[in-house]
């Protein structure tokens, strides 16, 4: 936040880069105590398989329970926390979470896959394929119950050594998401290279795609697209009926989207579940 001295509104630049210097450099700290005083929290959303009418799987999104900044949204320390290089410490303390509640669910007969987001930087070193097999066998998990979502731009920034580890991960029965798709710059070529299983369309086309007819025509182009090249599609966002009803026309395999369900901590999602997913999902049954 820029503040302005009093008397002459001469900006001081240095005084803004200051506090926020020092804004940082509290926050890197608190990020990194966040894992030891248990103060992030994985909450799930739901994605509906258009093809059974079914809730087939949930998206794991962690968030920040701080004592007294409150509740802080993963827009706001997910990128910090890419800059200063802790994020490979959330991302384990997430991978950890996910597998353990994703190996409580099957226990309990809930076939659910769970996707897992990574960030750019976790895929650039060698250690996340090990990281990964320890944290399955300590929690009884196996890889094919999980999905795994990528960036374009994890892609972008260093395609040799992101294709490495990702190749590696596919190798090991984990599959993979382009998540955002569209948003960032990888190549057509790129895409092919990789051993993905879906495309997530970013819910910036999605959200206004009944008022926006570019919007339309790029979902429309990117189910196309994924189809044509042998892989699942999702869309991220659906908020309203009318584009659930699109999608569905479109051939869209799966949704996702406040209008189905925002994300839920585990026991409220199951609770949802229990009760009324099914009714959820008849409500908005496509004729
Ligand atoms: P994302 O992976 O693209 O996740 C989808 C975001 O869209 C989530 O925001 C979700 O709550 C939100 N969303 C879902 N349905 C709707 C809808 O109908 N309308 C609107 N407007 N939004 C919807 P969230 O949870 O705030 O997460 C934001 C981003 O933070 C994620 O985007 C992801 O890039 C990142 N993130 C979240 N959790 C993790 C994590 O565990 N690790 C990493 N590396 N990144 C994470
Ligand atoms: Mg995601
Ligand atoms: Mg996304
Ligand atoms: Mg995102």
Redesign the pocket.
Known sequence: AKRKRLGYARYDASYDTETENHGRLSLTGELRQAIARNELVLYYQPRLDLASGEITGV?A?VRWQHPERGFVPPDQFIPFAEQTGCIRDITQWVIGRAFEQGARWRAAGLALAV?I?LSARDLLGPELPRRFAELLASHGASPHWFLL?I?ESAIVDDPVRALETVTRLHEMGFSL?I??FGTGYSSLAQLKRLPVAEL?IDKSFVMDMARDPDDMTIVRSVIDLAHNMGLSVVA?GVETDEVRELLYDMGCDYLQGYHICKPLPAEQLEGWLARGAAQHCNKGEIT
Request: aromatic letters at 0%; hydrophobic letters at 10%.
């Open positions: 998206e999104l996707s987001n979502e960036t998401s998540d955002d997530k991220e």
